[in-house]
T-cell receptor
């Protein structure tokens, strides 16, 4: 069956540009997470949604980062005025319910800011 | 900060058991031990989790010490496709209403290289 998909898989942006990264979770999954993974590091939590509600955004590094999930399915992570330190892989994960232990991850979007 | 300590790298011969250790000496009573792995250029993949009992599934076994301060992930017959970074994570487990305790705190993991 279809897993979590993310698009684009690769994105190159010039410093100062805005970018939008898309996550399609597994159909019917209630919870959705965004993580940022710098080169050689483990993923770091950014934000979490339960349906359309953003319940935790404590991991967003600055107010340039914004995430939404307006209909409780697809989510978009937007980064405004990108900086070189934003270069990373952005991972999306979903779980069927709020009681699940297993998070299903997408392949990630590799963002390179020049 | 991650609450776990893992060796940065390990080697294992193909067909042999891979035993990956993890220290989590500050684990609290309501925290679970999770293991995920990440194959190069892919997203992390769930392997197994446990609270205090040993667990086994089709992928691996998880052995948790009685004091719960450390654990070992065992891949019984490692193959070349098991080459990956393995993350040991301590978390409060399933989400509770109104909270997001399910977000995972990854460390740097152990890079396991399975060699022919």
């Amino acid at each position: 069956g279809a897993g979590v998909s993310q698009s684009p898989r690769y994105k190159v942006a010039k410093r100062g540009q805005d970018v939008a990264l898309r996550c399609d979770p597994i159909s019917g999954h209630v919870s959705l997470f965004w993580y940022q993974q710098a080169l050689g590091q483990g993923p770091e939590f950014l934000t979490y949604f339960q349906n359309e509600a953003q319940l935790d955004k404590s991991g967003l590094p600055s107010d340039r980062f914004f995430a939404e999930r307006p209909e409780g399915s697809v989510s978009t992570l937007k980064i405004q005025r990108t900086q070189q330190e934003d270069s990373a892989v952005y991972l999306c994960a979903s779980t069927l319910t709020g009681d699940d232990n297993e998070q299903f991850f997408g392949p990630g979007t590799r963002l390179t800011v020049l | 900060d991650a609450k776990t300590t893992q060796p940065p790298s390990m080697d294992c011969a193909e067909g042999r058991a891979a035993n990956l250790p993890c220290n989590h000496s500050t684990i609290s009573g309501n925290e679970y031990v999770y293991w995920y792995r990440q194959i190069h250029s892919q997203g992390p993949q769930y392997i197994i989790h446990g609270l205090k009992n040993n667990e086994t599934n089709e992928m691996a076994s998880l052995i948790i010490t009685e004091d719960r301060k450390s654990s070992t992930l065992i891949l019984p017959h490692a193959t070349l496709r098991d080459t990956a970074v393995y993350y040991c994570i301590v978390s409060r487990g399933p989400l509770t209403p109104g909270g997001s305790q399910g977000n995972l705190i990854f460390g740097k993991g152990t890079k396991l290289s399975v060699k022919p």
